[in-house]
Nanobody
């Protein structure tokens, strides 16, 4: 089993920055793709960004390209999301997630989920 705990959310003004972290425990996730999802009120959860096991391949949804950067520290079993130039439409609960199968695409379904951290961007 993998436990994921997000941190770093909060309230920020539009144009500001936040850095989300996700600490994994229970077992190492260094061999698995990891992702950040978000869910805004009344909307479906969406994949924001994903990264393969080595960090050599990343994915970003179109609305965050050029503003968000995903990274991982496999030695410390940690995932990050640097969010710059935040907009009110980025307001959501952000979840980190891990796959549990080696070699699958970061766009494939995820198996382990954190509890989420709230990000609120004021205009």
């Amino acid at each position: 089993q993998v436990q994921l705990v997000e941190s770093g959310g909060g309230l920020v003004q539009a144009g500001g920055s936040l850095r989300l972290s996700c600490a994994a425990s229970g077992r190492t996730v260094s061999s698995f793709a990891l992702g950040w999802f978000r869910q805004a009120p009344g909307k479906e959860r969406e994949l924001v960004s994903a990264i393969n096991w080595s960090g050599s391949s990343t994915y970003y949804t179109q609305s965050v390209k050029g503003r968000f950067t995903i990274s991982r520290d496999n030695a410390n079993n940690t995932l990050y999301l640097q969010m710059n130039s935040l907009k009110p439409e980025d307001t959501a609960v952000y979840y980190c997630a891990s796959q549990s199968t080696v070699g699958v695409s970061p766009l494939d379904p995820y198996d382990y989920w954190g509890q989420g951290t709230q990000v609120t961007v004021s205009s």
